[in-house]
Every structure is written in C-alpha cells, then in structure tokens.
C-alpha cells in the first residue's frame, strides 16, 4: 500500500479516485462496473483499477445498497441443519443466487415459532431483498403478510402453512410419495402396513406433513375391506426414541405385527432400520422397510433403504430461480411450484435384488428390480414438475 495511506484504516472511493488522477464520478462508474464504466476512457479504467488495488480498496457495501436501494442478499431461514438437508438445499440455491450476484444469509429457527419471529425481523432489519423459509409457522403468518407488503418478496420452499395464505412456494407432493409408497409395499403382498411420522405441534400445522398423514389415511380406507389388509398410522413424538416406540408398539402388537413399514423420511427410516435390527428382525424377510425422500446414503451399501426420490437440489434451483425473479419483479403474480413424487428407487430393504438387506420378493409379489423407475414405468403415468404456475 501507497505510504501515504498506511495509516488510513479505511480507504475511501475519493482516495482510489485522488491516486488515479481521476475524479471521483470515473472512478465510481469503473468500480461499480455497471453500464456507465463504458465511458470512462479505457487508459483511465486501468489507472483507476490499478489504485484500487494498490490501495486494497473495498467497496462500502452500506453506501452501495443504499444507492441501488438493494443489499443483493437474500435471507434463508431453516428450521436446523440436520443429516444435511439444509447443506444439500444450499447447493441448489446458491447456484443460482451466485450467478445473479446474491448473497445468501442464513438463520436457524430450531422449530421454534418465537425464534423464527426473531430471525424474520433480523433478516428484514439487514434489508435483505427477498426470505425464504423452509418451515413457516402460523404464528409468524401476519408478520411475513407485513414483510411482503413493504416490498420484501416472501417464498416458501418445502413445506406450507396449513391455513389458507398468498404466499409464493416451491414444495414436493408428499402425498403423492405416500401413495407410491404405500402402493408399492401393497403390491409386494404386504398386508399389514404401518406409516411412522413425527408428531408435533409445530409439524402438524405444516401443509405437506399432513398431506402424507391424509394420504395414507385414503390408501388405508380404499383397501379396509380387502381381506387380511391392516393399516396403522404411528406418530413418533419429540423426545421419544424410535427403539422405544418400535419396542412398545411390537409388543401391544404381538399377535400381529407389520410386515412392512414406511417411514415419513429417510433419516426416519435409517434409525426404524437400526431399532428392528436391533431386536433380531430381518429386514425385509420379517418386515419390510422403505422411506420417503431418498437421502444419498439411503443407497450405500451399509444401509439400502428403499425410498421414493425427492429431487431436492432440483427443487432448490427453482426457489432460488423464483425468489430472484420475485425480487426483480415485485408485483409478480403469486409463483407455485409443486414437484411430483415419480421415481421409486428399490434397494434391499423391501427385497430388490442384490444388498446386504436381502433379494428375497414377499409372496406372491411381482418380482422388480433393484433400481430407481419412474412412476410412468410403474404405473403408466405421471408428468415432472418442470415450470411455475402463476396464480394471482
């Protein structure tokens, strides 16, 4: 650095322009790099850029927000960060907001209603340009509603409130999972079907939680009079563990136990795989086992969890996308995504050939492969999710 700034302990815009002899208006069009660096003179670009780097001159962020009446940061707030979900929706979103210049700040709101409250306000007092949850509570519904009235886009990803709202959103159809899900296990011969879930206040107040409760509710009421056909909903509450409630429950039901299980997620899946093994029961010759989402460990040998895939990074690119598009259009009509549940992905766990959990088909079930198929190749049907729908 230049002697005569050495002490400085901030450089200014005026100090790069005075080290240029260049004014201070050359000097913020070449450093702003927006349209009007194209007239200054290509010479002084480079005696301007040049003093910027001698100097190591950092633009004020504050004073450029203000000028553009922008921060280009967006807030992104999750419930946790738990088993990598929030790591694998960032991937997705920060390769879009990167390559529109954003900036993503980031809050956790332990699916707590107050502390999203407080997160909410503390994004909004950063200005951010647009919020993102992943788990938006009722509670907090009026202070978004104010939040996008005063210009701050409001999106929605992965889950909705359960009330009626105008906000943007971007969400897989857990219901639809559910219903693959649950038939596939049915086509497999599986009579008795249990679906585990987490029950608590907060989750069940969220739109998608209760879609997969309601969907299994209709898949068990369509088949309550096929012969030999059981179907139980078990919701796991905070604070009791999995080897718990799998013990108690296979007791009470000793007489007669499931003979497939479908877990609400993965992660779910992982630790019900971890409880049955634990007390001597083979999967899938007892008891067959699948999840929903499709973690990427579900598929490492150690663990072959059959699953339904949720394309999450996919569905990340598009809120990020939609938020981006929401900012530099802010009276856009109302932006809905919702993506399909269409690919089954069948490992050992429920009896797809090849695994540590078995190969062997239940019954007088169909014999399929291991390997992900989409629901058209299952059921000859289905469409992708692939554009968004605008409902004013």
Known sequence: MNKKYKDKSVITLADV??????????????????????KVSAQKRALILKAAQTLAYVPNQVAQALRRQRTETVGIIFPDFYADWAQRVMQGLDSVLDSHGYVPLIARDSWNPQRQHREILSLVGRQVDGLILAAPMAENLPLLRSTQEKGTPV????????QNHSFSYVVWNEGQAVKLAAE????????????????????????????????????????KHCTGFMGRIIHVSSGVTIGEKIADMLTAEKEYPPDAILASNDLLGRQIMEALESRGITIPDQIALMGLCDHPISASPSINLSSVHQPLEEMAAAAGEAIVKMIAQPLTARLTLMFDARKLCIRGSTGGAGGSKGSRPHGDSRTIQSGCFSLRDYTGSGRDGKKFNNRS
């Open 155 to 162: 999106l929605f990803f992965g889950e909705t409130p359960t």
């Open 17 to 38: 322009a005075r080290h240029a002899g260049v004014s201070p208006t050359a000097a913020s069009f070449v450093l702003s790099n927006g349209p009007l660096a194209n």
């Open 184 to 223: 596939y296990l049915f086509s497999l011969g599986h009579r008795k079907i249990w679906f585990i879930n987490p029950g608590t206040v907060v989750t069940e107040h969220l739109s998608q939680s209760r879609a997969r409760v309601t969907a299994f509710e209709v898949f068990a009421r369509k088949l």
